[in-house]
């Protein structure tokens, strides 16, 4: 019960914290709202203020459990002072008393089932390995350090931001409570958006849709960021409307602050921002009023909330839109030809079946991570009501914020636009006596627990019961956490010994937010993809550089050489292991002078000088004419051979060689090399684990659905790994770079 306590403390301290702030800005600037409308909007301003706050001092590594809650307290204390936390304005007129009825025993219900979830153990699949991960990075380390290894780190993070509060309070069923919070101010927002329009049954309906539909609450009570990023562009399209009507100066600065807010929270969100200030500027010039300075005052306020995430991604790893446009602004950090791919599987989720999207987001959930709810199939049919003058802004909303989803497919990336589909639906269909009522408890009813797998997939990703004796902790948390997280035993046997200062390189995520050492996965940085490019180098024949490429020209003294590729194959990385360069059949010594220059991927152009059979140098990207790898010599060398080991993957030839003389003539002088076959060197495996530790590898995790598993089990000492421990199909392996006694005999 001691840590219910503390969950809740550290819950109900963050969201009385960003209320606190956000009445502060409405009464500062004189917002006119209704009674009912205050606290969410407070919220949603608040978060966005208070998420700002926490960036400022996780830059300045000032995170520490004492000045957050200081911070906290001198907030709270200040808006008690200025008696901020009393409600004003007139009162929406009552309800209806069948929607009264309704709309109470739908959040009674629901609410139960989601507060539970929220308070027991977090076991969400990104919520325990990113979103807290990173959260108990930022917390231990005490803020922003350099994160290299993992791309989640480069994203905008102001969700994490707000879980810092409840975590140093809670840890991290208060971080997921957090963003439960905005799973209640979405629906109640849709809500008095009806009342306010008149469309009463309208907004009772599309907040019963939005509240209930599975995916969006299963979402909601986990340390995700999904439900938040959809209140905070509602919340947006919520003010531009309210500004549409009253032309209040102070809701342009609420304006800015949310499409800020809203970027900051995720990256598909961006489209708040133009979308506020399109609207802005149509309605000025409309009325033949100047638009620049609103416009301007909405987009730099914005910025204040936008650019400290650019500018840390730009100092960080070269790139402000980092892990993303990489052609743009090329790096040592995430390769081109990863996100590529990236992009290739978040758009198809590994099938073509486009025309099935709709049942799968609606129905079926298993493949695409969750689902809405079959009442969802309804909603395109809101798309009828475009001649109601009140629902062309939904609708036009619905089509601009469903523009991103293509990108990524999964059903959670539906849950942005979802409120206006339901709120153009419900105007379309809220002038049919009871209809409204009767969708609405139907969806209801499909969408609680036990009614999902009558029409389900098996495996979908959704809440199962009311799991309160976790959420109390009557009963023990690592049995839940045990039972529903399949990694979480090598996490807890990692958190206990392994030092917080060691490295683990793994395949797959794993809880990362429940042990302290650092976690390189291997898809998720170009640091990892070199580690797993090192690994295959031993496991994948067709990465085993048995390839030679052997380029023979006349004797000349050269000042540099130059290998440029001429094929244009870009499904074909570029890659050699070794770059060698002869003289009367004598390898030329290698030499810290030589200026090693390759394009693209300068940064890694030493891997194929560094005699390692297990490293090579890749493009990382396909191949194209011009791509080139070049050796610049301090002083004049005589050169008749330069030979490539090269892995079988590559297509034989295609390469023209060229040098330049001492004063700068340039010469052709191969591009027909002869191909040949090597065996492959001994000691290889070893090879690859120096390679491991010389970038910084301590440890080592493999589970036996990675390619390997089977040679690393039985041939460990050649490799020169120990055994540390095995849970379940993990096996965890201290890289130590020796033979033991009883391999050397």
């Known amino acids: 019960m001691g840590q219910a306590l503390y969950i809740l403390l550290g819950f ?42 926490v960036f400022m001092l996780a830059a300045s590594r000032l995170i520490h459990k004492g000045v957050l809650i200081a911070l906290a307290v001198a907030i709270l204390y200040f808006a008690w002072k200025k008696q901020c936390f009393r409600l004003s304005g007139e009162s929406f007129p009552p309800l209806p008393k069948h929607w009264k009825y309704v709309l109470c025993s739908v959040g009674v219900v629901f609410g139960v089932l989601y507060v539970s979830n929220a308070m027991a153990p977090e076991i969400s699949p990104d919520g325990v390995s990113y979103h807290l991960g990173l959260t108990a990075r930022y917390y231990r380390e005490h803020g922003f350090r350099p994160i290299i290894t993992n791309m989640y780190a480069n994203l905008s993070q102001a969700m994490e931001m707000l879980f810092l509060l409840p975590f140093a309070i809670g840890r991290h069923s ?61 919340t947006v399209f919520y003010l531009v409307q309210l500004w549409k009507q ?63 995430w650019l500018i840390k991604n730009t100092v960080t790893v070269g790139n402000p839109f980092s892990p993303f446009l990489n052609s743009i602004f090329p790096n040592h950090f995430i390769h081109i030809w990863f996100e590529k791919s990236y992009k290739m599987n978040m758009a198809s989720y590994g099938s073509p079946d486009f025309w099935r999207l709709p049942l799968e987001v609606t129905s079926g959930g298993q493949r695409l991570g969750g689902l809405l709810g079959p009442m969802f199939l309804l909603l395109p049919l809101g798309l009828l009501g475009l001649r109601n003058r009140a629902a062309r802004p939904l609708i036009l909303a619905a089509l601009l914020f469903t523009l991103p989803y293509p990108a990524n497919i999964g059903t959670r ?61 009557i009963k023990p948390e690592d049995d ?49 993809e070199r580690i797993i490019d090192i690994f295959h180098s031993v496991q994948i024949p067709a990465y085993q550089p048995t390839g030679r490429t052997t380029f023979r020209f006349p004797a000349q003294q050269l000042k540099r050489i130059r290998l440029t590729q001429t094929a244009d194959l870009p499904n074909e990385k570029w890659s050699m292991a070794e770059f060698r360069i002869f003289s009367k059949e ?69 390469m023209m060689l060229e040098g330049w003389d001492q004063y700068g003539n340039k010469y052709q002088l191969s591009n027909s090399p002869k191909e040949s076959v090597i065996d492959p060197p001994e000691g290889w495996r070893m090879s690859a684990t120096h390679a491991m530790m010389e970038r910084g590898v301590d440890y080592f995790l493999i589970t036996n659905t990675n390619h390997g598993y089977m040679d690393v089990m039985k041939n460990a000492k050649y490799w020169g790994m120990e055994l540390v421990t095995v849970k379940g199909y993990y096996r965890l392996y201290k890289l130590t770079g020796k033979l033991p006694e009883d391999a050397k005999r």
């Open 12 to 53: 109900s301290a963050t969201v009385a914290v960003t209320f606190g702030i956000g009445q502060i800005i409405l009464a500062r600037f004189k917002v006119e709202l209704f009674r009912q409308e205050q606290p969410a909007i407070a919220i949603v301003l608040g978060s966005a203020i208070w998420s700002f706050v």
């Open 413 to 473: 990336f539906l849950i942005p636009a979802a409120p206006f589909w339901a709120l153009s639906f419900g105007l379309l269909i809220e002038i049919v006596p009871y209809l409204p009522v009767t969708i609405a408890l139907l969806h209801a009813a499909l969408s609680w627990p036990d009614s999902i797998p009558l029409y389900s997939e098996r495996y979908v990703w959704r809440l199962h019961r009311i799991p309160w004796h976790h959420a109390l902790r």
């Open 586 to 654: 004598r390898e030329l010594p290698r030499s810290a002078q030589w200026r090693l220059r390759a394009s693209p991927n300068w940064w890694d152009v030493a891997m194929a000088f560094d005699n390692s059979p297990a490293t090579r140098w890749s493009s990382w990207e396909g191949k194209r004419p011009g791509m080139f790898i070049e050796v610049d010599f301090p002083e004049l060398q005589r050169v008749d051979k330069v030979m490539l080991e090269v892995s079988r993957d590559q297509t034989p030839g295609l």
């Open 246 to 308: 009253q032309r209040q100066d102070s809701l342009l600065i609420c304006l800015g602050l949310t499409a800020g807010f809203a970027f900051a929270l995720k990256y598909t969100a961006f489209l708040a921002l133009p979308y506020a200030l399109v609207t802005i500027i149509k309605e000025l010039h409309r009325d033949k009023k100047p638009w620049l300075t609103p416009a301007l005052k909405v987009a730099a306020i914005a910025s204040v909330l936008i650019l400290p």
């Open 480 to 528: 839940y956490l045990g039972r529903h997280i399949g990694s979480y035993a090598i996490s807890r046997e990692i958190d206990k010994i392994i030092p917080a200062d060691k490295t683990i390189f793994a395949f797959d995520q794993i809880a990362e937010a429940y042990f302290k050492p650092k976690l390189a996965v291997g898809f998720q940085s170009a640091y990892g």
């Open 174 to 234: 208060a971080a997921a409570m957090m963003h439960m919070t905005f799973l209640w101010l979405l629906p109640w927002l849709i809500l008095c958006y009806g009342r306010r329009t008149g469309a009463i049954s309208a907004g009772a309906l599309a907040a019963i849709l939005i509240f209930c539909s599975p995916v969006i609450g299963i979402d909601g009570i986990s340390a995700y960021n999904d439900v938040a990023t959809a209140t905070a562009i509602f």
